[in-house]
């Protein structure tokens, strides 16, 4: 079997997942193939050609650059081999409007005020709520754009929310201790259950991710994931839901359905349930049209 496996030209930071997964792939007789969505020699009609089985979405982690020339890609490549996870699921996970949308259908939640392109009075009165604010892209990766606020940088927020605003929408969050300390947990969802779970401790624009192994998921950070899961408006084959512990209780701070890291470094059982969901997806697909 030949699975496209999709990232970007240069990636922004080091992918831990790639080696492991190339490595099991190639044991269960598959040939990986990584697809630079952004090189242009990666077209629809070389897809074609080389004939994959199916494509997943890893590390194309520069893809807030481009957003909807990044969906046009996952489109097209789409109608020459299944993709996972699909092109709707990542319409919809591609912008952080999707907490939102979590939180409206009862999922705890990062209290989150999305604020559109050029909407200036509403990150105003969003900033003026929190003391210790988070602004952050509404479409990004990892650290980008990503910037905290403590209580005496009202203006410097306020000024950087404005010039975010100018070329693209934004959230406003308040700022979680929890973050820091006991950092947040991310549990990993790989085709129908929980596999593990990691500590991550926070970053912003230009720092490193600091992991380390979590231990298993509790009963109430797996009441909140599953929810999240259930309230997702599309199939998935593989999730990450990032939590974190508030003066509130605990809640979810992003669902990440495209493309997550998966810590496959801290479980090989997460690693084969993957492999799997790869071959499981691959043989349900059957084939697809013409490029």
């Known amino acids: 079997m030949r699975v496209g496996l999709v990232t970007c030209k240069e990636l922004p930071e080091p992918d831990p997942d790639a080696a492991p997964l190339g490595r099991a792939l190639r044991q269960r007789g598959h040939t990986p193939v990584m697809l630079p969505w952004d090189d242009a020699s990666v077209s629809p009609d070389e897809l074609h050609r080389a004939n994959f089985d199916i494509i997943v979405i890893r590390s194309p982690w520069n893809y807030f650059l481009a957003a909807d020339a990044f969906v046009h890609w996952i489109d097209q490549a789409n109608k020459c081999a299944p993709v996972i996870n699909t092109a709707d699921v990542v319409r919809w996970n591609i912008h952080k409007g999707y907490l939102l949308e979590l939180a409206a259908a009862g999922v705890a939640t990062i209290p989150t005020t999305l604020v559109r392109k050029a909407n200036t009075r509403e990150a105003a009165d969003a900033i003026a ?39 693209r929408d934004i959230v406003i969050q308040p700022y979680i201790a929890g ?36 231990g298993p998921p509790t009963a109430a950070e797996l009441e909140i994931a599953n929810a999240a899961i259930r ?53 349900q697909g059957g084939p697809c049209p013409p490029c």
Request: charged fraction near 25%; aromatic fraction near 8%.
């Open 129 to 167: 709520r929190c003391s210790d604010v988070v602004i952050k892209p509404a479409i990004g990766a990892g650290s980008f754009g990503a910037r905290r606020f403590r209580q005496d940088g009202g203006a410097a927020a306020l000024d950087f929310a404005m010039a975010s605003l100018t070329d």
């Open 179 to 214: 973050f820091e300390t006991p950092g947040e947990r991310s549990l990993v969802w790989i085709n129908g259950m929980w596999t593990h779970s990691v500590c991550k401790k926070p970053r912003f624009d230009g720092e490193d991710e600091s992991v380390d192994s979590g």
């Open 231 to 283: 309230a997702v408006p599309h199939d998935i084959h593989y999730a990450r839901a990032d939590l974190v512990k508030s003066e509130n209780g605990l809640m979810l701070s992003e669902l990440e359905l495209m493309e997550p890291s998966l810590f496959f470094d801290h479980s090989e059982s997460a690693l084969a349930q993957f492999i799997g969901m790869i071959e499981s997806a691959a043989a």
